[in-house]
Structures are given as C-alpha cells and as structure tokens.
C-alpha cells in the first residue's frame, strides 16, 4: 500500500492543522509514556508496557500527521505517511516492525519473554523520540 491508496480508500484524509488536539495528543501520549514506566517489566507486563509505549507512539504519530495536514486511521498507513510524506523511510519500516510485533500481541495472543520484551520497549522509545523530534 502507498500514501495515495490510504487517501483513495479513505484511511486517510487531508485536514486542517488543529493545534489544539495536536496538544492534547502530545499530552496524552506522554500520559501513557509515564504510565509504562511505572510498571515494573515481568512475564505479567511485558505486553501491557509494550501495548502502553505503542500507543504513545501512535498518538505523536498522529500529531505529525495533523502538522502535516493529515488525518490517519489506519496504523499501516503511518508507515506510509512516515515513507512518503516525511521522506523518513527506515523511521517507516521500523514503525511497521513494531506494529507488526504489537498487532501479534494483542490480536494473536503471542507472548514475548521478557528479554524480547526489552528490546521492543527500547526500539519504541528510540522511535518516539525521533517522532518528537520531528514534531519540535
């Protein structure tokens, strides 16, 4: 699928920019970022931590799309959006990594050890805190 197909299937649509929802995905995003953190990683967490910070990073993903004039509802079409819009293909294909792996835990009950679980968190804050530099 590329960016032109997310906007003839509708999954996606040209929008004003709305700075105040642009804001309060910000907040929100970070919400669940400092919720993760004060879980602590166990067989138990390991897929709510990811399934919190996938969220967050969503959300900032959201709020890039709206600065750029975009309205996304589709996670597969913010790896487009992130390859063609943004011009920040590899930030594309790691999102669509991370999704995949989170789309197994929460659709197919696949269960992550903690060791994996780790290296999951780590890619995702990494790419969060691309995202926010892209958004500043």
Known sequence: MDFNECIKK?????????????????????NKFDSEDKLELN?????????????????????????????IYNHECYTCFL?????????????????KIRNGINYYAKEISIGEAKEVLKR??????????LLS
């Open 83 to 99: 390859k063609e819009i943004v011009n920040e293909s590899s930030k594309g294909d790691e999102f669509d990594e991370i999704r």
């Open 10 to 30: 509708r999954i996606s649509k040209e929008v004003k920019r709305d700075a105040d929802l642009i804001a309060s995905l910000k907040k929100t995003s970070q």
């Open 43 to 71: 067989e138990i967490t390991a897929s709510s931590k990811i399934s919190l910070l996938y969220d967050s990073l969503r959300e900032l993903l959201e709020a890039l799309a709206i600065t750029r004039g975009y309205k």
């Open 124 to 133: 995702i804050k990494m790419l969060r805190k691309e995202i926010i530099e």
